[in-house]
């Protein structure tokens, strides 16, 4: 199982990114995949998760509204397309999947794949 996170990089506020995350070794169709970012000296959080048992999409409060994950299986991609971004959006983002997860804690996700940082100037 692998998932290779990409997209990162320097924006300016008020613009836009799209990260992906290509899996491979598993179907997504039976596994939660999430988004997850982390900040030096902070836990890493929630940002946004693809269900595997309701078919829905979560989202944190911080980024509702602004970021929309989406999924290719043709492509074994899933995305985060990243709207509107600010300075606080600044963050390595982590893709992650496992199964029956509480969406918004890192520990319950199995597999990781590496960092991709975003940086957000103000």
């Known amino acids: 199982v692998q998932l290779q996170a990409s997209g990162g990089g320097l924006v300016q506020t008020g613009g836009s990114l799209r990260l992906s995350c290509v899996v491979s070794?598993?179907?997504?169709?039976?596994?939660?995949i999430g988004w997850f970012r982390q900040v030096p000296g902070k836990e890493r959080e929630g940002v946004s998760c693809?269900?595997?048992?309701?078919?829905?999409?979560y989202y944190g409060e911080s980024v509702k509204g602004r970021f929309t994950m989406s999924r290719d299986n043709a492509k074994n991609t899933v995305y985060l397309q990243m709207n509107d971004l600010k300075p606080e959006d600044t963050a390595v983002y982590y893709c992650?999947?496992?199964?029956?997860?509480?969406?918004?804690?890192?520990?319950?996700?199995?597999?990781w794949g590496q960092g991709t940082l975003v940086t957000v100037s103000s």
């Open positions: 693809l269900s595997d048992n309701d078919d829905k999409t």
């Open positions: 070794g598993f179907n997504t169709d039976y596994y939660a």
């Open positions: 992650a999947a496992s199964q029956n997860v509480q969406w918004r804690t890192a520990a319950w996700y199995k597999y």
